[in-house]
């Protein structure tokens, strides 16, 4: 999985600023030198993305888990990699004008991290069909899968959902990857009983 710079919203400094407990997400630290590998629960926006056809083919032609109806889904990409033994990686230099806004952001709907929506739940609760975030990230099933989610949140004494250090080698690859593969497949990717595709309802407006 590959990503490229954007000059602004990339996450960076969010995710990858640990001294500063509060870090403002627009002081963008640019990969430059070499490629950053982003490690294990870590993550980058997605706003310039490249996927691996393997993800496609290993999870019933889709990219992207569909479970989530917040801006959380980044928080899980590097556990999809490790799953297929994959990493993912910002390409150093290369550096792309990104518009912020220009089509609303993820937490236009009121959602966001620090705040709850309107049902009393924060954004990384907010799944598809009512779900609770323990029922998936909670379980034995999750731990031992090695997955974790949205562990940016690890600023809040509500969360403990980070993944387990002893499921990864030195190098930063999962030591189960099929039975980590298994569980997003369950978990993380909608069945088509859940939701059909094929069968979406729709209303264009001329």
């Known amino acids: 999985m590959i990503s490229l710079n954007v000059d602004h919203d990339s996450g960076n400094g969010w995710w990858f600023n640990d001294l500063n ?7 963008i630290p640019i990969v430059t030198q070499e490629d950053f590998i982003i490690p294990i629960g870590k993550c980058h926006n997605l706003h310039a993305q490249m996927f691996h056809n393997l993800i496609f083919k290993t999870f019933n032609n889709k990219i992207l888990p569909d479970i989530f109806m917040g801006y959380c889904t980044e928080s899980t990409l590097t556990f999809i990699c490790a799953a297929l033994n994959k990493k993912w990686v910002i390409v150093k230099d290369l550096v792309l004008h990104h518009e912020e806004k220009g089509d609303g952001q993820s937490s236009c709907n009121g959602i966001l991290p620090e705040f709850p929506n309107k049902s ?15 029922s998936i990230f909670g379980t034995p099933e999750a731990r031992n899968s090695g997955i974790g989610y949205e562990e940016l949140c690890m600023r809040s004494a509500e969360y403990r959902f980070k993944h387990l250090d002893e499921k990864y080698c030195s190098e930063g690859f999962c030591k189960e990857p099929k039975k980590l593969e298994q569980f997003i497949s369950q978990n993380l990717y909608l069945s088509i009983d859940k939701l059909d595709y094929n069968y979406i309802l729709e209303e264009f407006i001329s």
């Open 21 to 27: 407990p509060k870090p403002k997400h627009s002081v």
């Open 120 to 134: 009393g739940k924060h954004a990384w609760n907010h799944f598809y069909g009512g779900v609770d975030v323990e």
